[in-house]
């Protein structure tokens, strides 16, 4: 409780007093206001004397420089805007070229090649790219024609493989006709005429007319 809360209701004891005869005090001593404090923080232990001057510890920081320094510690990360594609479709792709220390551009401008490879590992489609501070992008139109499996994009700076990574292209192909099959009832019996309503129709050109039908009923999994 704040101390002014305090205070006004001490004041609002006071008026109401009945019989206090005027002894009652004039002033009440609140308690200071608590405040919390932070716990005392113990003291660290001494290094083990184990580390302390082992000799293979002294040449950690110059093996570290010089594993970073080297031209081979960069990586390069494909990344897609989705992880499957349909024939038709656009598929964004994005690559990341940064040194494993401090996460920087590999360079800071140079050409790349992408490569769009079929499930055979046939070139389909190929684009060349301008890289800056370590980032390209690219798109790819995914042929109508294109097979369903798995496809490769790579990225490549002259000769040299950077990266390379695989996106599922799903086959897709419209209904060419549109059946539909409704019995007009819920339930039969032994003895009930079964009846049902059938039509079809192709896409794009309307219904089927002066087709031969054939309907074959099964019950029980017997014809």
Known sequence: ?????????????????DGCDGDAPQSIALPPPYAPTAPALEAPPPPSPKLGDHPALSGVPTLAEGWFA????????????????????TLWVKSWSLSQQGLAGAVPERPLEYALLGPRGQRVLSKRVKER???????????????????????RSGDALLA???????????????????????????????????????SGAGPLVDQRVTAIATVDGVE
């Open 133 to 155: 501070g370590g980032t390209a992008t690219n798109d790819f139109v995914i042929p109508q024609s294109a097979p369903g499996g798995l496809w490769t994009v790579q990225v």
């Open 70 to 89: 080297d031209s081979a510690q960069r990586t390069t990360h494909l990344q897609f805007d989705r992880p499957m594609v349909r024939p038709g479709e």
């Open 1 to 17: 409780m704040k101390t002014s809360t305090l205070l006004a209701l001490a004041a609002l004891l006071l008026t109401s007093c």
């Open 164 to 202: 390379e990574r695989r996106v599922l292209v799903v086959g897709y192909q419209a209904p060419r006709f549109r059946k539909e099959l409704e019995f007009l009832q819920k339930a039969y019996g032994p003895g009930d005429r079964v009846s049902a309503a059938f039509s079809i129709a192709a």
